[in-house]
């Protein structure tokens, strides 16, 4: 097994890669081709003009199941916010020790350890985004159209506390809603106008009401704004609105839900403008994943732990394009988002182990069966 460097994690940590830095995003992106060229990898950039390039590291492909590994390479801090990588005993401290420079990292590691012991790598291509961050709302167009060519998925965000891995994520959509009424004198010709505001109010009543949270689904107006002054009706209001679900049945409920709630209003007479919509599918567990979590428990010798989640990932992305998925294939950690973010040293030993076991049995277990044979034949 590779030795672990921690000195190498920091500097990847101290690179900045704010979600809007494309500078110090595309600088680690460099990083992590100075580091994954020599284990064999070809690699293609997907270049963007206002955000970090993506980056898709692939070997060549024969026989076999073809797997995708998925990370990100953005973090959530701005420059000279939270910059400084420490460690301890037991900790390693930084932004993205587990948000997921530290998951990619495990990835690197069980990669180079695939490479000392079989030599050419195959199968296994490795796919590092850079908005994950913002919604990927630029990366899972491409995320979903690369799917296609694999069988199955692990994503490196970061592990639960007792080293599950997540089956499951809520789906999110967003939107932000214009609500167009016309204006009037309050006082001198009320019934003239049509009160933006009012059709809020409305529309905020009846969205929250398609919340169910026994089936896991909230739909939540997180911001409103409208109005010119008191003496003045509304002609106009704005709404801001998430809505989450568990199930692809609660999705196509909530969507058509928010739908009808701003047809239904455009016939009282405002005129709604909708932008947004769904951000990332469902992740649900399914036969498919599970047929891995079996495989994967025989490799080990035993289960994974599991765990579903409300906040979303690229899993959600995957899932959705129909790959079996799983994810939090990175280190524990906590603390993600803020500046107390940390990452305990002894989760990257154990699930850099797992994900070599795991891919050495799904590439290169037919190479170990047709070498016993030939042993056997001699």
Request: aromatic share 6%; hydrophobic share 40%.
């Amino acid at each position: 097994m590779t030795q672990i460097d921690f000195a190498e994690l920091a500097t990847l940590i101290r690179c900045n890669s704010h979600s809007k830095n494309k500078v110090g995003i595309d600088e680690h992106g460099e990083q992590m081709i100075a580091l994954l060229a020599p284990l064999g990898f070809a690699m293609t950039r997907y270049q963007r003009e206002n955000i970090g390039d993506h980056l898709l590291f692939h070997t060549p492909k024969r026989a076999g199941k073809k797997i995708l590994l998925l990370g990100h390479l953005d973090t959530v801090f701005p420059p000279n916010t939270f910059t400084e990588f420490k460690q301890d005993d037991d900790w390693v401290y930084g932004p993205g020790v587990c948000d997921m420079k530290g998951g990619n990292f495990v990835a690197l590691n069980a990669l180079r350890n695939l490479k000392a012991e079989f030599g050419p790598l195959y199968n296994i291509d490795f796919l590092l985004v850079s908005d994950e961050e913002t919604g990927s709302d630029d990366s899972k167009y491409l995320t979903a159209k690369l799917a296609k060519d694999y069988d199955a998925c692990l994503v490196f965000e970061a592990a639960g506390k007792d080293h599950e891995v997540v089956i499951g994520r809520k789906g999110i959509a967003t939107f932000d809603i214009e609500i167009i009424g016309k204006a009037a004198h309050a006082g001198n010709h009320y019934a003239d106008g049509i009160d933006a505001n009012y059709a809020l109010a409305n529309m905020l009543t009846e969205m929250t009401a398609l919340t169910d949270l026994k089936k896991g689904s909230t739909v939540n107006v997180g911001k409103i704004s409208g109005g010119l002054s008191t003496n003045t009706i509304s002609p106009k209001a704005n709404m801001m609105v998430e809505a989450r679900f568990k199930t692809l049945k609660e999705q196509q409920r909530l969507l058509k839900g928010i739908e009808n709630i701003c047809f239904a209003m455009e016939i009282t007479g405002v005129q709604i403008n909708v932008n947004g919509g769904l951000q990332r599918g469902v992740m649900s567990p399914d036969a498919l994943q599970q047929q891995l979590l079996d495989e994967i428990a025989m490799i080990l010798d035993e289960p994974l732990k599991t765990e579903q989640r409300g906040g979303v990932s690229d899993a959600n992305v995957i899932s959705a394009a129909g790959v079996p998925t799983l994810d939090g294939f990175g280190p524990y950690g906590d603390g993600d988002h803020t500046i107390h973010e940390r990452a305990l040293k002894s989760s990257f030993e154990l699930r850099i182990k797992q994900v070599t076991q795991i891919l050495s049995a799904w590439c290169y277990q037919s190479d170990s069966e047709e070498s016993k044979q030939d042993a056997l034949e001699v």
